[in-house]
């Protein structure tokens, strides 16, 4: 079975701090997908990043930044100089023979 | 514009009645899916579609029922709603079931069942 885990609930930061959400995951597929999804107070589900488990290099687009590691089963998106627009849900989802499975969740506030 | 169109976006339904989301897309994907989002839950599979014909029962299943005739179109029945089934529901879809092809998401029905 596949899962996902975002053990921090909730998490509050001010404007400018950098921040960490852990995504750790479980499978027996040798050939999986990681997702990052931002669930803005609007809703919709905005797709952030998808990696593929052979690819374990780091990846950065802007402030967002992603720590891929196979060896800990961990997929960690960091949020550089956090602004009050990042205030969002965030899912971390795995996609492998079996349809997406989502974390739980983490909701983050940015507080000016 | 090409994507996934939802309907409705919200409905407050009585308890006891039947209730068919649905759920359009014109991107020609095989693969469609049903999840629903409950606070504190994240969003768990109600049932999938690997290509029109057939479908398949996700994590919560109950409750609810979905056909694809077609393969653009894979609307969710529930045949007698109960408060439980209160959630936001969303719809997605892919180009094809397997694991390097990345989802399409609808905005979401927000369904509430007084």
């Known amino acids: ?112 | 514009i090409a994507g996934i169109t939802q309907a409705p976006t919200s409905q407050i339904l009585a308890a006891g009645r039947r209730m068919t989301l649905r759920c359009t897309q014109d991107m020609r994907h095989n693969a469609m899916y049903w999840y629903r989002q409950d606070l504190g839950l994240g969003l768990r599979l109600i049932h999938y579609s690997n290509t029109a014909g057939t479908t398949g029962k996700g994590e919560v299943p109950d409750g609810y029922s979905v056909s694809r005739a077609n393969t653009d179109d894979f609307p969710l029945t529930l045949a007698s709603a109960v408060p439980s089934q209160t959630s936001v529901y969303f719809c997605a879809s892919r180009p094809d079931r397997a694991p390097n092809y990345g989802y399409t998401f609808g905005s979401g029905t927000r369904l509430t069942v007084v």
Do not use: H, M
Request: aromatic content about 14%; proline content about 3%.
């Open chain 1, 1 to 112: 079975a596949q899962k996902v885990t975002q053990a921090q609930t909730e998490i509050s930061v001010v404007e400018k701090e950098d921040v960490t959400l852990d995504c750790v995951y479980e499978t027996r597929d040798t050939t999986y997908y990681l997702f990052w999804y931002k669930q803005p107070p609007s809703g919709e589900l905005v797709f952030l990043i998808r990696r593929n488990s052979f690819d374990e290099q780091n990846e950065i687009s802007g402030r967002y930044s992603w720590n891929f590691q196979k060896s800990t089963s961990s997929f960690n998106f960091t949020i550089t100089a956090s602004q009050v627009v990042d205030s969002a849900v965030y899912f971390c989802a795995l996609n492998g023979n079996t349809p997406l499975v989502f974390g739980k969740g983490t909701r983050l506030s940015v507080i000016a």
